[in-house]
Nanobody, 117 residues
């Protein structure tokens, strides 16, 4: 059974930092691409960052230079280091990895990040 479990969310003031973690089981983590998505109230879910198995990263323009995605294959864990947080970063953050076209992607349950002004 595939499981993706996010942790590390919380309440932080603007300008602060948080580090999110995604613990993964049930897949060969080292060969899977991974991603972080977020969804704010009333808005569509959007890509925050993704990291392929080889380590190449892609970031949304809104977080580039502030967030860093990484993975530790020995621990089957993906991270999102979030610095210089802004109120507009407030959202539920989800861990994701591809599955198949017919079955869709795997998703975690999400972790809430709230940034106060």
């Amino acid at each position: 059974q595939v499981q993706l479990v996010e942790s590390g969310g919380g309440l932080v003031q603007a300008g602060g930092s948080l580090r999110l973690s995604c613990a993964v089981s049930g897949i060969i983590f080292s060969i899977n691409d991974m991603g972080w998505y977020r969804q704010a109230p009333g808005k569509q879910r959007e890509l925050v960052a993704r990291i392929i198995a080889g380590g190449t990263t892609i970031y949304a323009d809104s977080v580039k230079g502030r967030f860093t995605i990484s993975r530790d294959n020995a621990k089957n864990t993906m991270y999102l280091q979030m610095n210089a947080l802004k109120p507009e970063d407030t959202a539920v953050y989800y861990c994701q990895t591809p599955r198949t076209r017919d079955l869709g992607d795997y998703w975690g349950q999400g972790t809430q990040v709230t940034v106060s002004s």
